[in-house]
């Protein structure tokens, strides 16, 4: 009988052990890591551009920091051990039959996240090149409102000028300035103009194309833009895209487009920032008013500062014992500030070095 128990425990002891053994870690993870890791690396861009906007109010130099890998390892270790004593007959010198089982399990987990700071070639690209023309508008043509778009992105288009700032200096838009982005919009809503990238040698040009039929029904808003612009499209309605403050002919579109930087520094000159600081000469003097008559002359994005930050916010950093934040509830704020974020992607215009080849053991 002692000799049958002793089987039965030593028998469950392997398959216990073998159990483990043929457990995997990896699989379960995926779901948690990923959404996690996920939200974690947003937010921290949120607060990372977001406290850059602040830094330059203040006269400070941005600096970047881009998450280029997270690498998550997990180990699990089990000891099991176990022991017994069996007698046929018990007596005061020979205790009854008694069996031991002990055990112990270790967890670990080792992300390995790699920190890449922006500097050199890469921060030319991204901060100081202007965004391609090509690009703003190929994200007008995905369906983005292109008088947001154009807002924040171009500093003139055909010589005609947006509102910009320029240290303490600001330059007001143009009379027609902000009519035309009213009248692109019309046309894009109707359909009136569409955009298609051509391959000339080595450069890839863009085109737009402006469509009679469709702009018939907003002719007025057709009719304002040539004229605006100085425009007479060619066949099939073709118009070339360039970069510069000036066109060539009345047959492109020369747009004088923001450096992340710059874009950067208009939404800077928009912060609500304390106004002890503004006195003291630590922050710029504040070149939007949110109480501006014309809504397009007020901060592309509203930034309010304090002592404590909501608990609200969308997002929220601390600079010199003061809070920075955009409300949760504020909307158009959150719209321009996910643009801004995207605009760093358009920026980004040399090839990407090659990620490296990473072999994880599994314990």
Same mark, same amino acid.
């Given at each position: ?5 002793s089987?039965?425990?030593? *028998?469950? %002891? ?6 483990g ?13 990923? /959404? ?6 947003a ?11 602040v830094?330059?109010? #203040? ?21 099991? $051990? ?20 002990g ?20 921060f ?18 995905? =369906? ?5 778009? &154009?807002? &924040?992105?171009?500093r ?23 009519? @035309? ?5 019309? !046309?894009? &809503? $109707? =359909? ?5 990238l ?9 085109? @737009?194309?402006? $469509?009679?039929k469709? /702009?018939s /029904? ?5 009719q ?5 612009? =100085? %425009?007479?499209? *060619?066949? =099939? ?18 747009? %004088? ?5 710059? !874009?950067? !520094? ?6 609500? /920032? ?6 003291e ?22 930034? @309010? ?8 916010? #969308? ?24 643009f ?8 980004e ?11 994880i053991?599994?314990?």
């Open positions: 009988m002692a000799r049958r128990r089987a039965r425990l030593a *028998g469950g %002891l392997v398959l216990v052990l073998a159990a053994g043929c457990a995997s870690l990896g699989p379960a993870t995926v779901t948690h890591d990923r /959404a996690n890791y996920i939200t974690a690396v937010d921290s861009w949120k607060e990372q551009t977001l406290m850059n906007v830094r330059l109010r #203040y006269g400070d130099a941005p600096s970047f920091v881009d998450v280029s890998s997270v690498i998550s390892s997990y180990t699990f270790q089990g000891q099991l $051990s176990a022991g017994g004593q069996f007698n046929s007959q018990a007596t005061a010198s020979l205790p009854p039959n008694s069996a031991m089982v055990g112990s399990a270790g967890y670990v987990d080792r992300p390995t996240i790699t920190y890449t700071p922006v500097a050199g070639d890469k030319a690209r991204s901060l100081l090149r202007p965004i391609p023309p090509s690009a703003i508008f190929e994200l007008i043509q995905a =369906g983005y409102p292109s008088d947001r778009v &154009l807002q &924040l992105t171009t003139a288009i055909n010589g005609v000028y947006n509102r910009s700032t320029l240290g303490k200096d600001t330059r007001p838009a143009d009379r027609d300035f902000y009519p @035309l982005l009213d009248a692109l919009r019309a !046309l894009q &809503l $109707s =359909g009136a103009v569409t955009m298609r051509e391959q000339r040698g080595a450069e890839e040009v863009g085109i @737009l194309v402006f $469509s009679r469709a /702009a /029904a907003t002719n007025a808003d057709y304002f833009v040539l004229r605006a612009l =100085g %425009l007479r499209p *060619g066949e =099939g309605g073709e118009i070339n895209l360039a970069f510069g403050a000036q066109p060539r002919g009345d047959r492109e579109i020369a747009v %004088l487009s923001r450096s992340m930087l710059s !874009l950067l !520094l208009e939404v800077a000159n928009g912060i609500e /920032a304390p106004d002890a600081h503004v006195a000469g630590r922050a710029q003097p504040a070149g939007r008013s949110a109480e501006a008559p014309d809504p397009r002359d007020r901060p592309l994005v509203r930034i @309010l500062s304090g002592a404590k930050a909501p608990a609200d916010a #969308y997002a929220a950093v601390r600079y010199r014992d003061t809070w920075f934040w955009i409300r949760d509830d504020d909307l158009a704020s959150k719209n321009a500030f996910t801004l974020m995207m605009f760093f992607s358009l920026a215009t040399g090839i990407a070095p090659a990620a490296p080849v990473i072999t053991p599994a314990n």
